[in-house]
């Protein structure tokens, strides 16, 4: 007889569990989800009749064993995304570089001051484990620029860097610092340590490992993926639940009783798929809050329409001028092929907000602003007009950890791994695509 596993969560990673354990014939893989979507945070919304992805969602820098079997779920429906990313600070733009360039600074004696602190570091640089990211940053781009990379954070996720985990920038584009043209970069990153920290733009250096970058071409943009996933993985003999909620999970000697609101469950073997751990908890009766020390961004989510022709030909633009609207903004219409018949197209932008601050209670006056705030950065031409818009209210956007999280998070982890041997909860959480797949790779083992 077949071993019977339930996977918990048809996101990303509940996706690439699947796609792991498929391998062994031996398995029977359920999928459940409490949403009614397949896919998690890539199912794309439906907007005035083009399908928007909830930010940015590229399958970027995957392998190509990843890449081969997106493209199989897609019947080839996939084109390369080249990257043309540009980012903005102090009102000006870099282009080709996608993280926040202090050389936009207009004060040479700052960019001095930071030239001597990292000269310093690499001398002698900090061998403490740091317990902030404000202490990480102070580490790494010395206390000039960490000053400014705590500013910047603050604008993108709306929390001090002084009150996250340092883990938190592994979710960030901070993890590297450029403050210089880009000679003087490749000059200082000639020092070992400083190579590890400082970035410079290398023209043309040609392929540099063996990921690629893709995205589909059918029209649909994520949730196209999404759907024909469904399709891909249930012809591969995967059962899938959505709109499933799971309320007890009680472990028996040889098998695992899974009670939700469809019926009851036996397998022998479960995988929370999914970072909410307060469900696991109240499923298994484990009563510790960690998802109280996550932080969660607030954002307005702002769908621009315009004609595509006065879109700039690019992927995407961050903006980490503290004192600016948007931080991420992406040609979505143009690489995701959704453009109307009358030639509109659409622009998205991600913007921090406070939830009921002024722009969460007016969003025709953040989608004006932000409009005027996109052309002046050249996302779109200076002629462009706004043909529409609409306004998502995203009270959880990325989730950050909060001081005490990891901690909290390790004793879980402790509590369901000595007292449950057939769920397994993996005590890393890896936060890009490519990771996430690379992560799932070792359940193989987990679930012998
Ligand atoms: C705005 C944004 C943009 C991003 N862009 C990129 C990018 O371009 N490239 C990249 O590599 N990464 C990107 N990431 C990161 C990456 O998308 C995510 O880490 C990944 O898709 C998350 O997959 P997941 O399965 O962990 O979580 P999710 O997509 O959140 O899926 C979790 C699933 O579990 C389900 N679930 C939750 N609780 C329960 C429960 N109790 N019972 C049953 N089901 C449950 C949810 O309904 C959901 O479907 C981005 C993340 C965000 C937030």
Redesign the pocket.
């Known amino acids: 007889m077949k071993k019977r596993v339930m996977i ?8 690439c569990d699947a796609l792991h354990l498929m391998k062994n014939p031996d398995l029977e893989i359920h999928i ?4 009614p ?7 794309s919304l439906d907007i005035n009749g083009f399908s928007v992805d ?8 995957i392998p190509v064993s990843l890449a081969e079997t997106v493209t199989e779920i897609m019947d080839g429906k996939v084109h390369e995304i080249d990257f043309v990313s540009a980012s903005a600070f102090n009102n000006k733009v870099t282009e080709g570089f996608s993280l926040p360039d202090l050389n936009s600074l207009d004060d040479t004696a700052i960019k001095k001051q930071i030239r001597e602190e990292l000269l310093a570091l690499a001398r002698n640089p900090a061998t403490d484990a740091p317990a902030t990211l404000e202490a990480l940053f102070d580490q790494r781009y010395g206390k000039t620029a960490g000053r400014i990379f705590c500013d910047i954070f603050r604008k993108v996720y709306g929390i001090s860097a002084d009150e996250v985990e340092p883990t938190a920038i592994a979710q960030t584009s901070m993890g590297r610092l450029k403050f210089l043209d880009d000679p003087d970069m490749l000059d200082l990153k000639k020092d070992p340590f400083l190579d590890t920290v400082l970035a410079a733009r290398r023209k043309a250096v040609g392929k540099v490992d063996d990921f690629v970058s893709i995205y589909p071409s059918d029209g649909d943009a994520m949730r196209g993926w999404c759907k024909r996933a469904v399709t891909w993985l249930e012809s591969k003999g995967v059962r899938i639940s959505l709109g ?3 309320s007890k999970i009680t472990e028996r000697a040889d098998t695992v009783e899974v009670e939700t609101d469809k019926g009851t469950f036996e397998v022998e073997t479960l995988i929370w ?4 751990l307060r ?2 908890g109240s ?1 298994l009766n484990i009563e510790r809050d960690v998802d109280g020390l996550q932080y969660g961004t607030p954002m307005l989510f702002a769908t621009l329409f315009t004609q595509a022709d006065k879109v700039r030909d690019f992927t995407y633009l961050q903006n980490f001028d503290p004192d600016q609207l948007t931080y991420r903004s992406a040609a979505s219409g143009r690489f995701s092929h959704q453009v109307r018949e009358d030639g509109v197209s659409f622009v998205t932008c ?1 913007c921090p907000a406070d939830v009921n601050g002024t722009y969460w209670n007016d969003t025709d006056k953040l989608a004006a602003d932000v409009w005027d705030e996109i052309r002046s950065l050249g996302v779109v031409e200076k002629d462009a007009e706004l043909a529409g818009f609409d306004v998502k209210r995203i009270p959880v ?2 989730k950050l950890a909060r001081l005490g999280y990891a901690a909290a998070f390790r004793d879980f982890h402790t509590d369901v791994a000595s007292r449950h041997k057939r769920v397994i909860l993996r005590d890393v959480v ?5 990771d ?1 797949y690379l992560d799932s790779a070792h359940l193989t083992n987990l679930v012998a």
Do not use: Q
Request: hydrophobic fraction near 45%.
């Open positions: 918990v969560g048809s996101g990303f990673r509940g996706f459940v989800d409490s949403a979507f397949f896919g998690g945070v890539m199912h909830k930010g940015v969602h590229i399958f970027d820098s499933t909620k799971i798929s999914n970072d909410s469900a696991l499923a991600e956007s990325f890896p936060f890009f695509r490519r996430i």
